[in-house]
């Protein structure tokens, strides 16, 4: 009797669900490269990346466009129309079509192995975290274990709590607890610091707790793979239904130094409905 890959045998399963969870209103978009084709799925809970992604492929912008950017157990990026006859070795990544779209995060949309994201700028000159106007990546990812994801979900409470007490200090109907936490700053009082740490915690739990991984993603996570550390920090819009093995062969090739491939992959894509 042949022994079955576990990972494969998920992987199968999480691509019956993602097709049966198909309707006839969902947009679906076939993507050809020299390595075969994806056919992706576009996500109706995130319209304004969904119309915009339509839009340019009915308008032909991807045509002849290459993944610039592709890392093995991470993401193939593409979607710079400054790709187009590039010479080889050029670096890629700045282009677009001149607009930026806004993020639509959605709580049990999550980077999975397969999805479709957009690309965008880094928080420091981009804190709304606004997707670029093309580019986009698909997900590869890799699977974690629930260790790794636990010690990744403590990371990301502590990130978003203080990023949360930093908003709800910075009210002006909070001026007397922003001058109370400093003062227990210059106090130095670490068990004070605490005590008063946790009071504006639990006023703000309710602005974290969609941080926590969910039971399905760490399921997802642990058999399937993706991308964790980016959810809820770049938007998902859609996921491959088909051709994913194509993703990984894409995933696998060799790249220079800036993880351009060494040759060309282009794309073609075109509307299916």
């Keep these: 009797m042949r022994t079955i890959n576990l990972k494969y045998f998920y992987l199968l399963i999480f691509l019956a669900v993602s097709v049966r969870s198909i309707g006839q209103e969902q947009r679906l978009v076939l993507i050809e490269t020299p390595m075969g084709n994806m056919k992706v799925a576009l996500y109706n809970e995130t319209p304004k ?130 001058t109370k936490y400093k003062t227990v700053q210059r106090s130095q009082n670490r068990e004070m610091m605490e005590s008063f740490y946790d009071t504006l915690k639990l006023k703000v739990e309710d602005k974290v707790e969609h941080y926590r991984f969910s039971e399905e993603q760490i399921e997802t996570y642990t058999t399937i793979g993706g991308t964790p550390h980016l959810d809820d920090m770049y938007t998902v819009y859609g996921e491959i239904v088909e051709g994913i093995e194509v993703l990984e062969k894409i995933a696998s090739v060799e790249v220079d130094g800036n993880n351009r491939p060494k040759k060309d992959i282009w794309m073609r894509m075109k509307m299916l409905n």
Excluded: C, W
């Excluded at 006859?85 to 995060?105: C, H, M, Q, T």
């Design 49 to 178: 990346h969904r119309d915009n992604f339509v839009a340019l492929v009915k308008d032909g912008f991807y045509d002849s466009t290459l993944f610039h950017r592709v890392i093995d157990d991470f993401m193939i990026q593409g979607g710079d129309p400054e790709s187009i006859n590039a010479k080889p070795g050029k670096k890629l990544g700045d282009g677009g079509p001149g607009y930026k779209i806004e993020a639509e995060f959605v709580d049990t949309i999550y980077h999975k192995k397969g999805v479709l994201a957009a690309a965008r700028e880094m928080d420091r000159i981009n804190p709304a975290r606004k997707s670029s106007g093309s580019q986009f990546y698909l997900v590869e990812g890799k699977v974690f274990t629930k260790e790794e994801l636990k010690k990744m979900e403590q990371m990301r409470m502590k990130k978003a709590f203080n990023n949360a007490i930093t908003n709800y200090l910075a009210k002006p109907e909070n001026d007397s607890l922003r």
